[in-house]
Every structure is written in C-alpha cells, then in structure tokens.
C-alpha cells in the first residue's frame, strides 16, 4: 500500500516519463485487430502478439473487434486510454478511405502511426484459363468484348472503372464481399476479372489464378514479373500498410518501447516466416514519421480518385 | 482428394485437446437434450461463443458434437417423462414413454441409444460420401444457380413452419428487412445503421439469435414453471432383465436402417427438419410392421424408427451445408455463423480449399458418434437424473450463459440491449405464433441471398434469357414458383399451411 502511494507520488510530481522509462510495460497488454479470426490481420497480429511480448516482456493478448472494417476498433481506440496499454495491428484504409464516403467519430489526428510491419498485396486477378493473363491483354480483350470485373472495395472499383472509362471498356461491375466470395467467381468464370487483397496467395501457387497486375505502388517480391498499374501507365494505386496504432497522447517513452518491439518482430524469423511464407505480404519497418506522411498522402490520393 | 485422406485427417484429428472438446460438445448436448425446454438451437446459439477460443476444427467438431448430443439426449426425457427434450422426440415418446411404464425404462433407452448412435455414424458416413464428389461440380453453381436455390430454401422453410401464410409473409419479411441492415456489399454506404458504428457489419447474429431463440424461450418456459414432474417421471431401478438383448437388436435393426434413410433424405432437403424426419420414419415403420396394433403401446421398433431418423437428419443436413453454403435449418444457419466467426467462408469452395479441416470434422463427427454411445451407456443413471432437475434451477442458468455468450462478442452495452430487445421480439412472436424459424433463416440468408441476386443482375446485364443456358437455377426458380403457389392455393382453401412441423 504505501509502496503504491509513494510510485503515484512520484509520477505524479515527476511526470510520467521518469516512471515509464525501460521498466514499461508493467501489465499485460492488448492488441485491438479489426477484423474477425482466421483473416489475414488477424493471422499476422496473433504472431506478432507473441513477438513483441518477448521483447516487452508482459503478455500481448489479442482481441478481435470486427466491423466496418476496423471501423468500430477504431471508434473504440479512440476512446481507450492513451497508456500505450492498448493498441490497434491493422490497415489503415479504415482512415484513408472509409471517412471519406461513411460518416465515422474518428479522424485520422486522433491516432499516431507508430511503425509499419507488413505492406499489402492489393491485386488484379484472373483464370488461368481465361484466354488472357496480362493487364494489357485484359484491356485489348475488353476493347473487342463486354467484360465483367468483381470489386471488393468502393476504392478499387473507382479505380478500374476510371481505367475503363479511360480505355472505353464496357466493364459491368459486380460486389463480391470479400475475397472467400471473389475466388469462386473468379475460377468458375463468372468473372473476367477480380480484385484480391491477398486471397491469390492461395491460389496462385496451385497455377489456377493469375495475377495481372499489382495496385500497390511497387512490384511484390513474390511476383518479381508482375507490373504495377503505376507502371502500366495509369496513375493509381491501393496502399495498404499494417501498421501499429496507438491513440494520440501515449508518452514519447512508451511510444518508443512499442517502436523497438516493432522492430524487433521485423527481424523475428517467426513473424517474417509467417507473414512472407502464409499471406505473401513484405516485411518492413517503417518508423513513425513516415507512417504519419503516409496515412496523410494516401487520404488525400484517395479523396481524388473518389472525388470522380 | 480421395477417401483415403479422411483417414489421414482422422489420425491427426485424434488429439486430446479435440477428445476434449468434441467430448464436452456431446455431452453438453447430451445434458441439454435431456432437459425439456431447452432446444438444439438454443444449446448452438448459446454455445458458438464458447468456441472463440477454439481452432475451426474443434470449434466446428464441438458445435456438431452438441447437436448430436442434443439429439439423443432429447429421447431420454420423452422416455422417462413422456415430455420429449426436442420436438424431433416425440416420435420416441409414444413408444419409449409407454415401454418404461411397463419396466422397461433402461430398455427403451439403451434400444434408443443405439438406434441414435448408428442412425448418427452411418448418415455421417453418407455425407462424407457424398459432400466429397460435390466438390468437383460445386463451382457450376455461380450466383445464379446460388440465388435460385436461396430462394427456394426460403420458401421452403416459410412454407413448412407452421402458422398462417400472412404470419410467414410477415415473419420472413422482417428477418429480410433486418438482413439489410449494414454497409452496402459494394457502395460501402451505411443502410439504416442511425450511426451506429456497431450495426456497420449488419445486426449482429448472435444477438438475433440467442435474443428470439434462447433467451425468449426461457421467458416462455419460466410462464410455466408449475410444470408437475414427479407425477409423471419413471425412475430407473436396478433390474438385470431389463436391457437390450440380441435378439431384441436384430429385430430392430432393419427399421433402424430404414429410419437411417428417412432421415438422410429429409436432412438433405432444405427446410425439412428432424421432427419432419423422425415422424414420417415412424410412420413408415408402422406401416411395415406385421402389428402395427402395437405401435404407440411400447413397441421397440417405434423407438428405433424416431431416434435414427432424429439423428440421420442432423449429419445430412450438412451435405447442402457443405456443398454450397446452403442451410437446410436453423442449427445449420448457425453453423455458418460460427464458420464465419472462425473466418472461413462457406461455399463451394469450402471443400477445395479446406479439405483437411473439413476432413478433421468429418473424423470429428464419427468420433462424436463413439463417445455418444459410450456416455449415453455408461452414464444411462446420471442423464435420468438429470430429467428430475427442476425449472427454476436450469432457466437462470441459461439466461446467465445468454447474457455472458453476447459480453463475449465485444459490443457492450449496446449487445445486452440488442438482444434483449430480441428475446423480447422473440417472445411475442411464439405467444402469438408467427415464425421465428422463418423469421431467423430468412435474416441468415438475405444477405447471401442479395449478393448473388445483385450479382446474377448485373452480370447478366439484366437480359433474362441468361437463364436458358443455366439449366440448374431454371429448375430452382420453377420449385420456387411451384412451391409458392402450393402455398397460397392451400392457405385460400383451408386456411391453414401445408404442414405444420418446425424447421427444427
């Protein structure tokens, strides 16, 4: 007891950062996923759970807040504690994009973006038994031919559909909510072509789907032949980074514990062999400044190509 | 993807935590079957957020484990108390109840213990049959195939579950409504969320379903707590004559096998539950039998026809499930909900993609089978035992485990208001007898059956004629008219339904 009144004490006429210090954390932590079990944030956050608490040394737990894509997490962070105690693995395109076109109580100020562990794997998908496998061939293609496109999100959507426009395609565009959903149009062809944030990675290891072109801003390293749009000639691209996300005002020391053990877990064989072996996404470490310009470039590209 | 890996994932399935696991389903199942009141989808509902920290595998094995439970234990109460534990035992009553009067209690129960068990292990045996070879056809069924058969799922289950055609129109049209509720499967846009960044992923199912199905029922069933058992009960007492023998099995086998294949095909079918499956075996086997005089005065085989067609339905039900992402009833509505709760997506691609997890639940399921007979045989006095607990010990229990399943998904307050808002709806649905089985199937699919309809649209570019080249969602759209008109020339002519038999 008067242990606990002299440690308050002392933070309290010393300021919280000479209490935090290396001794931070001293209680189990949470990390907040947005998205329900078995997906790909959740696979990556569960294994760098485990990281980061043998860096930390206190236990990581893990809890899903699904909705609105990570828009209720995100309601919720915003409302926790700024301890450093909780905090959010996931994308950023719940802040990026979904203010954009859905009222939400949360903007992009009232979080920091302490480090990037993953980048995203945002794709264009075909059969391999579709008589064409490239983008290019998919434009030629469709110059000649109707053609039918599955999106997953109002932001890729926008996307093809300005293409299309540009190419004068006549593209008829249908929802698939999610990419269990995307898969059976795509191989059944049902489709021509679809949008993948990742769901190729099961697929194209067994030679049955294609990709034709990539949406992140650079080639994937796990299809070192397959262009960007970028490159391709069109100006768009989807980033999605898998970032760390605490809610603003965590103290710069705690911030910086957190930071390190992000760093730890990009050089942790277990996290690189999951997250590069399951779900093909890139390891990096992107540090804060950074990641704040990014989450503030990407928003404002998105708003224009949305703004169409 | 042959058979042969079905045994690979056996030996891999066998591990103690999945015994564990799949053990505690049953016999979870096995307790809530014996007490009457308390449904199979009740047990389900309450039960999937139990499995959150289960892997797919065991969360999926434990959840069919309850089912299977519930099925066999359900027979135990309509023996000994003539009060069946699920609709689907009545059938079993008839006979069982009669059969203990006579001093024949463990009898009855050991001959509907066995009939459960292999009416269970070979139907399971038929779905792992036949689900596997359905993989290979399952991508011809794209959206407009998937659409039709949704459709006619939904009629379907409207039509058989009782009520007036106007209480289902009513019913269904609600759990439609509240299916659309959420952000647009391709705009993105909030539809009817009043900015509730909760309701953005769509009213959450497992307030609608442990509101209108569990917590609703136990407002019914406390309304009845002077409910007289002691009167009514049989008690087991030790008496070596009585117990199954050979010759007592040989006789009943060829109606278990019969009851087998009642239940098979009634499972397989969407809309037709157990109570449907285990009536008509029952029927059928009075019909066969040299005295049918018998029947309803203890006859073994009016036990043995009801209890393997009551469990023959639960693993068939899964083929449709299986195959293409279609619930034939509420439990099989509710396992896609845990199926997504595990993140994996029911479809037709579930087979190809997961083959060894699905593999894993198939030797789950026949592991389930096991243990259900060896601890309905051994723990014969203990479940007899249990029919005696009384109301007002089970009802605050269950509430407990409602309100506790709904603080585990993480909504808050705001859960604990929606679903007491359901259990309220609930309520007033089965006081005044509108559907909550249709209600519930139909808010399950429409978002299912939306995207598909949305797709087949679009991608159609709205031309109809598509149709003719899709010779398989033709033959659903006509079973959906067909289906629809039966039901309304029936409704005009005797103001009653066709049947009235819950999904159940």
Same mark, same amino acid.
């Given at each position: 007891?008067?242990?606990?009144? %002299?440690?308050?004490?002392?933070?309290?006429?010393?300021?919280?950062?000479?209490?935090?210090?290396?001794?931070?954390?001293?209680?189990?932590?949470?990390?907040?996923?947005?998205?329900?079990?078995?997906?790909?944030?959740?696979?990556?956050?569960? $294994?760098?759970?485990?990281?980061?608490?043998?860096?930390?040394?206190?236990?990581?737990?893990? %809890?899903?807040?699904?909705?609105?894509?990570?828009?209720?997490?995100?309601?919720?962070?915003?409302?926790?504690?700024?301890?450093?105690?909780?905090?959010?693995?996931?994308?950023?395109?719940?802040?990026?994009?979904?203010?954009?076109?859905?009222?939400?109580?949360?903007?992009?100020?009232?979080?920091?973006?302490?480090?990037?562990?993953?980048?995203?794997?945002?794709?264009?998908?075909? /059969?391999?038994?579709?008589?064409? /496998?490239?983008?290019?061939?998919?434009?030629?293609?469709?110059?000649?031919?109707?053609?039918?496109?599955?999106?997953?999100?109002?932001?890729?959507?926008? +996307?093809?559909?300005?293409?299309?426009?540009?190419? *004068?395609?006549?593209?008829?565009?249908? !929802?698939? *909510?999610? *990419?269990?959903?995307?898969?059976?149009? $795509?191989?059944?062809?049902?489709?021509?072509?679809?949008?993948?944030? *990742?769901?190729?990675?099961?697929?194209? !290891?067994?030679?049955?789907? %294609?990709?034709?072109?990539?949406?992140? /801003?650079?080639?994937?390293?796990?299809?070192?032949?397959?262009?960007?749009? +970028?490159?391709?000639?069109?100006?768009?691209?989807?980033?999605?980074?898998?970032?760390? +996300?605490?809610?603003?005002?965590?103290?710069?020391? %705690?911030?910086?514990?957190?930071?390190?053990?992000?760093?730890?877990?990009?050089?942790?064989?277990?996290?690189?062999?999951?997250?590069?072996?399951?779900?093909?996404?890139?390891?990096?470490?992107?540090?804060?400044?950074?990641?704040?310009?990014? $989450?503030?470039?990407?928003?404002?590209?998105?708003?224009?190509?949305?703004?169409? | 993807?042959?058979?042969?890996?079905?045994?690979?994932?056996?030996?891999?399935?066998?591990?103690?935590?999945?015994?564990?696991?799949?053990?505690?389903?049953?016999?979870?199942?096995?307790?809530?079957?014996?007490?009457?009141?308390?449904?199979?989808?009740?047990?389900?509902?309450?039960?999937?957020?139990?499995?959150?920290?289960?892997?797919?595998?065991?969360?999926?094995?434990?959840?069919?484990?309850?089912?299977?439970?519930?099925?066999?234990?359900?027979?135990?109460?309509?023996?000994?108390?003539?009060?069946?534990?699920?609709?689907?035992?009545?059938?079993?009553?008839?006979?069982?109840?009669?059969?203990?009067?006579?001093?024949?209690?463990?009898?009855?129960?050991?001959?509907?213990?066995?009939?459960?068990?292999?009416?269970?292990?070979?139907?399971?045996?038929?779905?792992?049959?036949?689900?596997?070879?359905?993989?290979?056809?399952?991508?011809?069924?794209?959206?407009?195939?998937?659409?039709?058969?949704?459709?006619?799922?939904?009629?379907?289950?409207?039509?058989?579950?009782?009520?007036?055609?106007?209480?289902?129109?009513?019913?269904?049209?609600?759990?439609?409504? =509240?299916?659309?509720?959420? =952000?647009?499967?391709? @705009?993105?846009? &909030?539809? #009817?969320?009043?900015?509730?960044?909760?309701?953005?992923?769509?009213?959450?199912?497992?307030?609608?379903?442990?509101?209108?199905?569990?917590?609703?029922?136990?407002?019914?069933?406390?309304?009845? #707590?002077?409910?007289?058992?002691?009167?009514?009960?049989?008690?087991?007492?030790?008496?070596?004559?009585?117990?199954?023998?050979?010759?007592?099995?040989?006789?009943?086998?060829?109606?278990? #096998?019969?009851?087998?294949?009642?239940? @098979?095909?009634?499972?397989?079918?969407?809309?037709?539950? &157990?109570?449907?499956?285990?009536?008509?075996?029952?029927?059928?086997?009075?019909?066969?039998?040299?005295?049918?005089?018998?029947?309803?005065?203890?006859?073994?085989?009016?036990?043995?026809?009801?209890?393997?067609?009551?469990?023959?339905?639960?693993?068939?039900? =899964?083929?449709?499930?299986?195959?293409?992402?279609?619930?034939?009833?509420?439990?099989?509505?509710?396992?896609?909900?845990?199926?997504?709760?595990?993140?994996?997506?029911?479809? &037709?691609?579930?087979?190809?993609?997961?083959?060894?997890?699905?593999?894993?639940?198939?030797?789950?399921?026949?592991?389930?089978?096991?243990?259900?007979?060896?601890?309905?045989?051994?723990?014969?006095?203990?479940?007899?035992?249990?029919?005696?607990?009384? &109301?007002?010990?089970?009802?605050?229990?269950?509430?407990?485990?409602?309100?506790?399943?709904?603080?585990?998904?993480?909504?808050?307050?705001?859960?604990?208001?929606?679903?007491?808002?359901?259990?309220?709806?609930?309520?007033?649905?089965?006081?005044?007898?509108?559907?909550?089985?249709?209600?519930?199937?139909?808010?399950?699919?429409?978002?299912?059956?939306?995207?598909?309809?949305?797709?087949?649209?679009?991608?159609?570019?709205?031309?109809?004629?598509?149709?003719?080249?899709?010779?398989?969602?033709?033959?659903?759209?006509?079973?959906?008219?067909?289906?629809?008109? @039966?039901?309304?020339?029936?409704?005009?002519?005797?103001?009653?339904?066709?049947?009235?038999?819950?999904?159940?």
């Amino acid at each position: 007891m008067k242990k606990t009144l %002299v440690a308050i004490l002392g933070a309290t006429i010393l300021g919280a950062p000479m209490a935090m210090a290396a001794d931070w954390p001293t209680r189990p932590l949470t990390m907040v996923i947005g998205f329900n079990p078995g997906g790909s944030t959740d696979i990556q956050g569960r $294994v760098l759970a485990n990281v980061m608490e043998e860096f930390l040394g206190q236990p990581v737990n893990v %809890v899903n807040q699904p909705g609105g894509g990570s828009a209720v997490a995100f309601t919720r962070l915003k409302n926790t504690d700024a301890d450093g105690y909780t905090f959010l693995f996931g994308g950023t395109t719940a802040l990026t994009f979904t203010p954009i076109i859905t009222p939400v109580e949360y903007e992009i100020d009232d979080f920091e973006y302490l480090a990037s562990v993953a980048l995203g794997q945002n794709a264009i998908v075909t /059969s391999a038994e579709q008589p064409f /496998s490239t983008f290019d061939e998919i434009i030629a293609h469709g110059k000649e031919n109707p053609m039918t496109y599955a999106q997953q999100t109002p932001l890729d959507e926008a +996307i093809i559909r300005a293409i299309a426009e540009e190419e *004068g395609l006549d593209l008829a565009i249908v !929802p698939t *909510g999610g *990419g269990g959903g995307m898969a059976p149009l $795509v191989l059944g062809r049902e489709v021509d072509f679809a949008y993948s944030g *990742g769901t190729h990675a099961q697929y194209t !290891p067994t030679g049955e789907m %294609v990709v034709a072109a990539f949406m992140s /801003s650079e080639r994937s390293p796990f299809y070192p032949d397959v262009p960007t749009l +970028i490159e391709l000639g069109y100006d768009y691209s989807i980033e999605d980074y898998r970032t760390i +996300i605490v809610p603003a005002g965590v103290p710069d020391d %705690v911030k910086e514990r957190l930071i390190a053990a992000a760093e730890f877990a990009s050089t942790h064989q277990s996290f690189i062999d999951i997250t590069e072996g399951n779900t093909f996404f890139p390891v990096v470490m992107i540090g804060q400044d950074e990641m704040e310009a990014n $989450v503030r470039r990407i928003r404002a590209a998105t708003e224009e190509v949305m703004a169409d | 993807m042959d058979f042969s890996a079905v045994g690979a994932a056996a030996a891999e399935a066998l591990t103690l935590a999945s015994f564990i696991g799949i053990g505690g389903g049953v016999l979870l199942g096995y307790i809530v079957g014996v007490i009457p009141g308390l449904s199979r989808s009740v047990a389900i509902s309450i039960a999937i957020p139990m499995t959150f920290y289960m892997s797919p595998f065991i969360a999926i094995s434990f959840l069919i484990g309850l089912s299977k439970g519930t099925a066999a234990g359900s027979a135990v109460s309509a023996i000994l108390l003539n009060a069946p534990g699920e609709a689907s035992s009545a059938a079993t009553a008839l006979d069982g109840y009669p059969m203990a009067k006579k001093g024949k209690p463990k009898t009855a129960l050991q001959i509907g213990l066995i009939a459960s068990v292999l009416g269970d292990i070979l139907a399971t045996i038929i779905l792992i049959f036949v689900a596997i070879p359905f993989a290979r056809v399952a991508l011809l069924f794209g959206p407009y195939e998937m659409a039709a058969i949704l459709a006619f799922a939904l009629v379907f289950i409207a039509g058989l579950s009782g009520g007036s055609i106007f209480k289902g129109l009513a019913a269904g049209g609600l759990g439609i409504f =509240l299916g659309t509720i959420g =952000l647009d499967n391709q @705009t993105g846009l &909030p539809r #009817l969320t009043f900015g509730y960044t909760e309701l953005m992923d769509g009213m959450p199912l497992i307030a609608v379903a442990i509101g209108t199905l569990a917590l609703s029922e136990m407002f019914v069933q406390s309304e009845k #707590l002077r409910y007289d058992r002691e009167n009514m009960s049989v008690a087991l007492k030790k008496d070596s004559s009585d117990r199954i023998t050979w010759p007592i099995f040989r006789n009943i086998l060829p109606t278990i #096998l019969r009851g087998t294949g009642v239940g @098979t095909f009634v499972g397989a079918l969407p809309g037709l539950g &157990p109570s449907v499956g285990s009536f008509m075996s029952y029927g059928m086997a009075q019909k066969a039998a040299k005295d049918p005089e018998t029947f309803g005065k203890g006859n073994p085989k009016g036990i043995a026809a009801s209890e393997s067609a009551d469990n023959a339905v639960i693993p068939a039900a =899964l083929i449709p499930l299986f195959g293409l992402g279609i619930p034939g009833n509420v439990s099989a509505a509710l396992l896609i909900g845990a199926f997504a709760i595990h993140g994996i997506t029911v479809g &037709p691609l579930l087979l190809r993609d997961n083959p060894e997890l699905l593999y894993s639940i198939f030797a789950g399921m026949i592991l389930a089978s096991v243990i259900m007979l060896a601890l309905g045989w051994f723990g014969l006095m203990f479940f007899a035992q249990i029919t005696r607990v009384p &109301p007002h010990v089970v009802i605050p229990i269950v509430i407990f485990f409602c309100l506790a399943g709904m603080m585990l998904q993480g909504y808050g307050t705001f859960g604990l208001i929606i679903l007491m808002a359901f259990a309220l709806l609930g309520y007033l649905m089965k006081k005044y007898d509108y559907s909550f089985v249709t209600f519930l199937v139909a808010f399950i699919i429409t978002p299912m059956l939306e995207l598909n309809l949305r797709q087949s649209i679009i991608l159609s570019r709205g031309n109809v004629a598509i149709l003719l080249d899709r010779p398989i969602a033709l033959f659903f759209i006509a079973c959906t008219a067909l289906a629809l008109i @039966t039901l309304i020339i029936r409704t005009f002519r005797t103001g009653k339904p066709a049947a009235n038999a819950p999904a159940d």
